[in-house]
């Protein structure tokens, strides 16, 4: 596996590297990150990696300085994983200039994630455009855990004439179901062992919306929200939305998912469940 981390060198090296497949990722890699990666070694003549933890996504008091660097260790897993480059900028490489130019993403931005996070999807639409720039791939995968920040990359890409194909990928979970997470190394022991009950209480909530019928939705949503926070989380939202715009359902022939965030201690986790 080849490491480049200026972006003419990077360029030098896909010349002539066929179909590329491309995962962009912040580092500090688990199996959710590496199954993105083997599915791109079956769709693609050339897999490349990014590993770059991109400040602009980071909103005031959040985890950018203590976000895990975990760069050898990474290089040791994309390696095993049949990663062919992996592209590590520096900030000055990315960023060689203050970033005046910002992809402004649509009204989703404000939704969900977004309210709880204003100027995220700023940030990751940029770098991602930017990423895109440097890589050109023909192929880009992205995990279904993020699902908001899928449908958002998917619309930037349709809506610029990005000759890209995006590709969600299904969501890897823990023997007991925690979503695989880069922010799960931050639980303590015994929130680690509480924090199943997130994907626990979404199964509940599908489960009842399919017994109960789409018309107790509201009601549900409740339910679910306050059995985490009786259990000491703090939940940020739990909410049925049309999978595709995210907006509140209006039929119960809607394709839907479940989407909630909720702070365990001083993690906040995320995760979804398509209905």
Not at 191 to 217: D, I, N, S, V, Y
Not at 249 to 265: F, K, M, N
Request: glycine share 6%.
């Amino acid at each position: 596996m080849q490491l480049q981390h200026s972006i003419t060198a990077l360029r030098q090296t896909l010349t002539g590297r066929g179909r590329v497949a491309f995962v962009p990722t912040m580092g500090n890699l688990h199996d959710g990150h590496l199954t993105l990666m083997r599915t791109a070694r079956q769709l693609a003549d050339t897999v490349v990696a990014s590993i770059f933890v991109n400040r602009l996504q980071f909103g005031p008091g959040e985890d950018f300085e203590r976000y895990p660097r975990t760069l050898e260790a990474d290089r040791e897993k994309l390696h095993a994983a049949g990663v062919d480059v992996l592209f590590a900028p520096t900030e000055k490489d990315l960023y060689p200039e203050t970033q005046d130019f910002f992809v402004e993403p649509s009204c989703l931005q404000n939704l969900l994630e977004g309210e709880h996070r204003p100027g995220h999807f700023r940030g990751v639409a940029t770098v991602v455009l930017k990423l895109f720039n440097c890589v050109q791939p023909q192929l880009a995968l992205f995990g279904k855990k993020d699902y908001q920040q899928l449908m958002l990359i998917r619309a930037m890409t349709r809506q610029l004439n990005l000759p890209i194909e995006i590709i969600g990928v299904d969501t890897v979970r823990a023997a007991d179901g925690l979503a695989l997470s880069s922010r799960n190394g931050y639980l303590s022991p015994t929130e680690r062992a509480e924090a199943p009950q997130l994907a626990q209480t979404l199964q509940t909530l599908k489960q009842r919306l399919r017994a109960e019928g789409f018309t107790q939705r509201a009601a549900l949503e409740q339910e679910a929200s306050a059995t985490l926070d009786a259990r000491g989380w703090q939940t940020d939202y739990i909410t049925v939305r049309r999978q595709s715009d995210l907006q509140p359902p209006e039929a119960d022939t809607e394709a839907l998912v479940i989407l909630a965030a909720a702070r365990l201690g001083s993690t906040r986790l995320i995760d979804n469940l398509e209905v």
